[in-house]
């Protein structure tokens, strides 16, 4: 058992700052006199990390600061992510040149290369059909020019789909590369 005292010594914070916490709900209760189960708090808080993690800030657990320290604050933050990006850039540049990225005008003429030749492929699907077997059947071939047709509608609605896309994966790249087959999905953000 500790003291609220010893409790805000183990955590480096402040007596006004576990009180603060204590008002927060599934903040382990004071055992009277005893004080708090310092494995409890320690449990709580971790859960509590957690989920900040995943959610926006609590202000009940924000320590209150003036603002020089506010100002210093920030002034490190903006210093943080300036050098955050700076590594972004030189991880995306790194990227570019191992070949993992291409610009978007290569992909695109080489989608439209691939998108002629299926379409010139299946244009000469039915006289090749009819050349290898004369006998086929007026319903063999409609068959077939039913799958060529939901192929070729199914080509057609092709969309990009965002909904992994992240603008800030790019953020520090070039304007226009995308990754390319060879790029290691593991590397995402």
């Not at 708090?41 to 926006?56: F, H, N, Q």
């Not at 990225?101 to 006289?127: C, G, K, M, Y």
Request: net charge negative; with cysteine.
């Amino acid at each position: 058992m500790a003291t609220q005292k010893q409790v805000a010594e183990y955590f480096n914070v402040s007596d006004r700052t576990i009180r603060s916490w204590s008002k927060t709900p599934g903040f382990p209760k004071s055992k009277g006199a005893g004080g708090y189960d310092i494995r409890q708090v320690v449990l709580w808080r971790i859960e509590y990390l957690d989920s900040k993690c995943r959610a926006r800030p609590d202000p009940a657990f924000e320590e209150p600061a003036d603002d020089e320290k506010e100002l210093k604050l920030a002034e490190m933050r903006g210093k943080i992510r300036k050098a955050e990006i700076d590594i972004q850039h030189k991880e995306f540049d790194l990227e570019v040149k191992q070949g993992r990225f291409a610009p978007i005008e290569v992909i695109t003429r080489t989608l439209e290369q691939v998108s002629v030749a299926i379409a010139n492929n299946l244009d000469s699907l039915l006289p090749r059909l009819k050349k290898a077997r004369p006998d086929i059947s007026q319903e063999e071939l409609d068959e077939v020019k039913n799958i060529i047709a939901v192929s070729r509608n199914e080509v057609a609605s092709i969309e990009p789909d965002l909904s992994s896309f992240n603008a800030s994966d790019y953020a520090g790249g070039y304007e226009g590369a995308e990754p390319t087959q060879d790029a290691d999905p593991s590397n995402s953000c």
